[in-house]
Nanobody, 122 residues
Framework: QVQLVESGGGLVQPGGSLRLSCVAS????????MAWFRQRPGREREFVTAITGYGETIYYADSVRGRFTSSRDNAKNTVFLQMDSLKPEDTAVYYC???????????????WGQGTHVTVSS
C-alpha cells in the first residue's frame, strides 16, 4: 500500500510564503504523477496544480499561476508546493493526491493524503 503524508502547513501573513511537502511511503514502486487540491472553508475541493512523474509537465489553476510552484524529488518520493504571495483566499486544507500512474492525475484521484491546513491571515 502507498500512503501520502503532507506537511508544511501553518499560519502565514498575507504576502508571505509556505512550502508544502507530500511524501509517498509504503510500496512506492514506480513514479507517479501527483496533484495538489485544496478545500477552502465552505467550498468544494478544487484543483491547484499537478506534476507528471518526471516533472516534464506541470499544470496550474488560474487562481495560483505565477504564485505557486510545483516540483518534485523522485529520489525522496516527495513533491513540493512552494506558495508565494499568499492571499487570505488561499486559506484551505491542502491535499496531495495521485492515481498511481506517471502520466496524469484525474479529477478524482484514487489515493489522497490526510491534508495540511494553511491559514493566511494578519
Amino acid at each position: 500500500q502507498v500512503q501520502l503524508v503532507e506537511s508544511g502547513g501553518g499560519l502565514v501573513q498575507p504576502g508571505g510564503s509556505l512550502r508544502l511537502s507530500c511524501v509517498a511511503s509504503g510500496r512506492t514502486a514506480g513514479v507517479y504523477a501527483m496533484a495538489w487540491f485544496r478545500q477552502r472553508p465552505g467550498r468544494e475541493r478544487e484543483f491547484v496544480t499537478a506534476i507528471t512523474g518526471y516533472g516534464e509537465t506541470i499544470y496550474y489553476a488560474d487562481s495560483v499561476r505565477g504564485r505557486f510552484t510545483s516540483s518534485r524529488d523522485n529520489a525522496k518520493n516527495t513533491v513540493f508546493l512552494q506558495m508565494d504571495s499568499l492571499k487570505p483566499e488561499d486559506t484551505a486544507v491542502y491535499y496531495c493526491a495521485t492515481d498511481l500512474r506517471a502520466s496524469s492525475v484525474s479529477d478524482s484521484p484514487v489515493l489522497w493524503g490526510q491534508g495540511t491546513h494553511v491559514t493566511v491571515s494578519s
